[in-house]
T-cell receptor
Framework: GENVEQHPSTLSVQEGDSAVIKCTYS??????FPWYKQELGKRPQLIID?????GEKKDQRIAVTLNKTAKHFSLHITETQPEDSAVYFC????????????FGAGTRLAVHP | EADIYQTPRYLVIGTGKKITLECSQT?????MYWYQQDPGMELHLIHY???????EKGDLSSESTVSRIRTEHFPLTLESARPSHTSQYLC??????????FGQGTRLTVV
């Protein structure tokens, strides 16, 4: 079945550094790739998403890149701040009523002051 | 306001009891999900529904059952709770290839 792999499982950076989280997917028909942030004790919330018709999308300090040929996509956070500390999940899905969103295993990001 | 609601938020219950976790969404989404998650850990899919009267089990084996009689409602039932069921249960909903919205979660403790 469809699978999404996410690396690394934990990431520790100094405040101000950049952080990169990578995901690969198995279903070449996947066309929607969201990223979620889950702060401690809270529910996951969407921070950015990208569709298969674009290669990159930016929103202030966060960006996502997509390589359809290699079937991988990445989250980039620049100028990290302590409030970026959280668990980040990538996901992938394809169109069609039956198809579901598949999540990666998550990356715990710690930003140290 | 369009949202997804879970009740109860917290539940402490004795072994062997039957429980139902409620999940309702007002966004008209066809797809709904139940995940089991220990704090800060992976989201384990235990049940999925892509429409009324359509449900399937997820990747993580679970002794719970679900029903989808109405689009907006996706309750999860445990016939006989055990300490191993202690966890957080998150409900989510989405459209076709669109953002998934998560409920606040139910923290279940079985004693």
């Amino acid at each position: 079945g469809e699978n999404v792999e996410q690396h690394p499982s934990t990431l520790s950076v100094q405040e101000g550094d950049s952080a990169v989280i990578k995901c690969t997917y198995s279903d070449s028909a996947s066309n929607y790739f969201p990223w979620y942030k889950q702060e401690l004790g809270k529910r996951p919330q969407l921070i950015i998403d990208i569709r298969s018709n674009v290669g990159e999308k930016k929103d202030q300090r966060i960006a996502v890149t997509l390589n359809k040929t290699a079937k991988h996509f990445s989250l980039h956070i620049t100028e990290t701040q302590p409030e970026d500390s959280a668990v980040y999940f990538c996901a992938a899905s394809r169109s069609g009523g039956y198809n579901k969103l598949i999540f990666g295993a998550g990356t715990r990001l710690a930003v140290h002051p | 306001e369009a949202d997804i609601y879970q009740t109860p938020r917290y539940l402490v219950i004795g072994t062997g009891k039957k429980i139902t976790l409620e999940c309702s969404q007002t966004m008209g989404h066809d797809k709904m999900y139940w995940y089991q998650q220990d704090p800060g850990m992976e989201l384990h899919l235990i049940h999925y529904s892509y429409g009324v009267n359509s449900t399937e089990k997820g990747d993580l084996s679970s002794e719970s059952t679900v029903s989808r009689i109405r689009t907006e409602h996706f309750p999860l039932t445990l016939e006989s709770a055990r300490p191993s069921h202690t966890s957080q249960y998150l409900c989510a909903s989405s459209g076709d290839s669109t953002e998934a919205f998560f409920g606040q979660g139910t923290r279940l403790t079985v004693v």
